[in-house]
């Protein structure tokens, strides 16, 4: 049986004031996809990517308003003071995704 791959992405620049833009990008790839499955795997898929689009453009709108409010050198600071834990919370990402 043939299969195949399917890519879905959803990416958009969205001006949120303030001369502001912030620009969200998800894209999940599926690999080895019977073309039996292909639509319903698509569809599925589609919707996961949707709503990880909604979630990733709240959280980057959010730290946009950060930078706002920090104004930009301050919030860099804050950022690099907390490099160390940020990267903890990186690599435990990393692990539960490799499980």
């Not at 569809?43 to 706002?68: H, M, N, P």
């Amino acid at each position: 049986m043939m299969n195949a791959s399917i890519t879905i992405e959803r990416k958009m620049t969205m001006n949120i004031g303030d001369y502001s833009n912030i620009s969200p990008c998800v894209t999940v790839r599926i690999d080895d996809v019977p073309l039996t499955k292909l639509p319903n795997i698509s569809k599925y898929l589609s919707t996961v990517v949707s709503g990880l689009f909604a979630i990733e453009s709240a959280s980057l709108a959010d730290e946009a308003q950060s930078i706002r409010n920090l104004g930009y050198n301050k919030y860099a600071k804050e950022i690099s003071e907390r490099e160390t834990n940020i990267r903890k919370v990186i690599d435990a990402s990393m692990e539960k995704i490799n499980e």
